[in-house]
């Protein structure tokens, strides 16, 4: 099975309202921001979408909502990961009709050997059907996917990409070198995608994505027609915004751009809260120059 998710992914933020419940209509409109603005695919309850505080029913409602507003126009890729493989892999046998694939991040907190990161993805395949994107975060995780780990994993044929996010340029390279015709590799670190693209990545997985579907689709095509040039200008107008999205953790600062465009509040669950007075300031800033408003 090739890997059919290339070009520019955006990893969807959850909307809350002011009451912490979801706002489900701001969820639709985001949608349709990325159906108007050249996203490629849809990622659903990655940890960008503050997956850890949301129900299993909550989860899915959510799913359902994109789903329904999308009406078949993007793929949509859905988050199921978790430290307890069989448990992820029960929930990997309840998912509605209308998801194109699965991203399921390497186990946490427990910091698996690369022999049980191994086995618990081979479980995971085995659970489903649909195409498994496997992701790559150390940063959270705590244990890093080594590059043989991933290419032996490639073989598996419902396995078809990594979502990588460790930093390691080098690392990603290996697997970039290495991987079989078919597998594919995409950026998680939304500052250093313009680059992988341009080592041989198939496209990303992004939060900048969400306020900035336009100019972000328009690096990430660029960079894989090998327009460059035009590639290098979008991607070092958004790198300031990026930058400042990071500051104070994910999606707080998406989140003040989406507000700024009219899609959604601020609001996050806790344990996560919004940034700081000066940093709202400064995104909002940012965001009406990037806009032109």
Request: with cysteine; hydrophobic share 40%; net charge neutral.
């Amino acid at each position: 099975m090739n890997n059919p998710f290339t070009g520019s992914g955006v990893a969807l933020v959850t909307p809350f309202k002011q009451d912490s419940s979801i706002d489900y209509n701001a969820l639709a409109r985001l949608v349709q921001l990325q159906i108007d603005g050249g996203t490629d695919f849809l990622v659903v309850q990655g940890t960008t979408g503050e997956s850890p505080t949301l129900s299993q029913e909550e989860k899915l409602r959510v799913l359902q909502t994109v789903i329904d507003t999308n009406k078949g126009k993007l793929k949509i890729v859905y988050g199921v990961g978790g430290n307890n493989t069989v448990l992820v892999g029960e929930n990997l046998k309840k998912l509605p009709a209308g998801v194109d694939g699965i991203l399921s991040v390497s186990p946490y907190y427990n910091k698996p050997i690369q022999k049980g990161i191994f086995e618990h993805y081979k479980y995971l395949a085995s659970c489903t059907d649909l195409p498994i994107i496997l992701y790559n975060v150390p940063g959270r995780t705590g244990s890093n996917v080594l590059p043989e780990t991933t290419l032996a994993l490639a073989e598996i044929p419902n396995i078809v990409a990594m979502k990588e996010a460790s930093g390691n340029m080098e690392q990603i390279m290996e697997v970039i070198r290495l991987k079989k015709s078919g597998f594919g590799l995409l950026s998680g670190d939304d500052a250093i995608t313009m680059p992988l693209i341009a080592a041989g990545a198939d496209g990303v997985i992004s939060v900048v994505a969400n306020a900035f579907p336009e100019k972000f689709s328009k690096m990430v095509h660029s960079s894989l027609r090998g327009d460059l040039d035009t590639a290098r200008k979008e991607h070092y107008d958004l790198l300031p915004v990026t930058k400042m999205f990071f500051e104070e953790g994910n999606p707080g600062g998406v989140k003040v751009a989406l507000n700024t465009r009219g899609i959604m509040d601020e609001t996050m669950r806790l344990p996560l809260f919004p940034v700081s007075e000066k940093l709202r300031n400064r995104i909002t800033s940012e965001t009406k120059t990037l806009l032109g408003i």
